[in-house]
């Protein structure tokens, strides 16, 4: 069936680090990938994303690299701040595009200063 | 602030209420989402509305679960009966349906006591 995975529940990085949040993903006909940041108590907040047809997209700060061979998706985050801690979750729209997403269960990204 | 409201905030209340919570989505954005969350997971997509048409509703919870969009701008969520399962973030999302990103709210976070 359609789901969307995450590879590690916890990543904890140095603040300065450069983060790699990974994401694979089992429908091969998915055509549209987003990452969202979700902090504490709030709503998800939209950081970038990436059509099937690219395999790069870059945002500030962030990369966002597509494998459709192997059906990953990564989220690189360069020089990462206290801010940047939070929730991370990779969400597909699977066969249909703008309708409902399906997303994984989330990273949880430590940054210490 | 993505621009997407919801209210209330929080809510508790006893086993076998209702409850009604609202989304006020984008002005310009005509599909707005239902999703709920529970605790460590990633959002699950519940219903969704283009314009005032709700167009996928078979994965409401259950029949307690209805959601409405009348004038095709705010929408409703009840949960009738409510059971303690019911206890989670219902989050609301917007999005332009000839875009894809969608733009999620504060959510309303429900607790049955």
């Known amino acids: 069936g359609e789901s969307v995975g995450l590879h590690l529940p916890t990543l904890s990085v140095q603040e300065g680090d450069n983060s790699i949040i990974n994401c694979a993903y089992s429908?091969?006909?998915?055509?549209?990938f987003i990452w969202y940041k979700q902090e504490s108590g709030k709503g998800p907040q939209f950081i970038i994303d990436?059509?099937?047809?690219?395999d790069k997209r870059q945002g500030q700060r962030v990369t966002v690299l597509l494998n459709k061979t192997v059906k990953h998706l990564s989220l690189q985050i360069a020089a990462t701040q206290p801010g940047d801690s939070a929730v991370y979750f990779c969400a597909e729209t699977g066969n249909q595009a703008g309708t409902a997403l399906i997303f994984g269960k989330g990273t949880t990204l430590s940054v210490s200063s | 602030d993505t621009g997407v409201s919801q209210d209330p905030r929080h809510k508790i209340t006893k086993r076998g209420q209702n409850v009604t919570f609202r989304c006020d989505p984008i002005?310009?954005?005509?599909?707005l989402y239902w999703y709920r969350q529970t605790l460590g997971q990633g959002p699950e997509f519940l219903t969704y509305f283009q314009n005032e048409a709700q167009l996928e509703k078979s994965r409401l919870l259950s029949d307690r679960f209805s959601a409405e969009r009348p004038k095709g701008s705010f929408s409703t969520l009840e949960i009738q009966r409510t059971e303690q399962g019911d206890s989670a973030m219902y989050l609301c999302?917007?999005?332009?349906?000839?875009?894809?990103?969608?733009?999620f709210g504060p959510g309303t976070r429900l607790t049955v006591t």
């Open positions: 002005s310009e954005h005509n599909r």
């Open positions: 429908n091969s006909a998915s055509d549209y």
């Open positions: 990436i059509r099937s047809n690219m």
């Open positions: 999302a917007s999005s332009l349906a000839v875009r894809d990103e969608q733009y």
